[in-house]
Antibody
Framework: EVQLLESGGGLVQPGGSLRLSCAAS????????MSWVRQAPGKGLEWVSD????????YYADSVKGRFTISRDNSKNTLYLQMNSLRAEDTAVYYC?????????????????WGQGILVTVSS | DIQMTQSPSSLSASVGDRVTITCRAS??????LNWYQQRPGKAPKVLIY???SLQSGVPSRFSGSGSGTDFTLIISSLQPEDFATYYC?????????FGQGTKVEIK
């Protein structure tokens, strides 16, 4: 059974940093791309970033480019999102999600499994 | 960026009703369109990928169609567990974008 478990969320002041983790199990982690998708309170879904199975390719939404860094440790079956220079508008539930292919591209970028989500609140 | 527009934004329906939700892309996206269901307080769940392929384990009352810019999600006979918000998502080009959601409520 595929399981994705996020951790590392919480309350942080504007300009601060936070690192989210997503522990994966139930599948060969290194064979699949992974993504982060967020949802602001009461709002819709927004794709944030994704990373290929090897970790060699990464992509970001313009809203987080230069501030967030996605990475993975395939030996630990764990996905990360380092979030720096946080803003109030980054407040959201962050979901990690599995992509059913090694790369998120060419029509194959949908999300077939999701974690339960972790809340990040940016406020003073 | 490709804009995804869903209609309606919300609808009220009864158990057993046939429900249709549409999604329009701001440019052609071939069949690179996916549908998700999100129940309150839960993570989204994929229902349909590549416009019309049913994800494993999803009931056959869900179906998808369309190509180019116009797509449709149909629930053939609404069940109590189907009351949720539905999102479309394009996987044609980065940034992957979602529609604003369609909330299906109980009439």
């Amino acid at each position: 059974e595929v399981q994705l478990l996020e951790s590392g969320g919480g309350l942080v002041q504007p300009g601060g940093s936070l690192r989210l983790s997503c522990a994966a199990s139930g599948f060969t982690f290194s064979s699949y791309a992974m993504s982060w998708v967020r949802q602001a309170p009461g709002k819709g879904l927004e794709w944030v970033s994704d990373i290929s199975g090897s970790g060699g390719s990464t992509y970001y939404a313009d809203s987080v480019k230069g501030r967030f860094t996605i990475s993975r440790d395939n030996s630990k079956n764990t996905l990360y999102l380092q979030m720096n220079s946080l803003r109030a508008e980054d407040t959201a539930v962050y979901y990690c999600a599995k992509v059913p292919n090694r790369y998120c591209s060419g029509g194959s970028c949908y999300f077939d499994y999701w974690g339960q989500g972790i809340l990040v609140t940016v406020s003073s | 960026d490709i804009q995804m527009t869903q209609s309606p934004s919300s609808l009220s329906a009864s158990v057993g009703d046939r429900v249709t939700i549409t999604c329009r892309a701001s440019q052609s996206i071939s069949n690179y369109l996916n549908w998700y269901q999100q129940r309150p307080g839960k993570a989204p769940k994929v229902l349909i990928y590549a416009a019309s392929s049913l994800q494993s384990g999803v009931p056959s009352r869900f179906s998808g169609s369309g190509s180019g810019t116009d797509f449709t999600l149909i629930i053939s006979s609404l069940q109590p567990e189907d009351f949720a918000t539905y999102y479309c998502q394009q996987s044609y080009s980065i940034p992957w974008t979602f529609g604003q959601g369609t909330k299906v409520e109980i009439k």
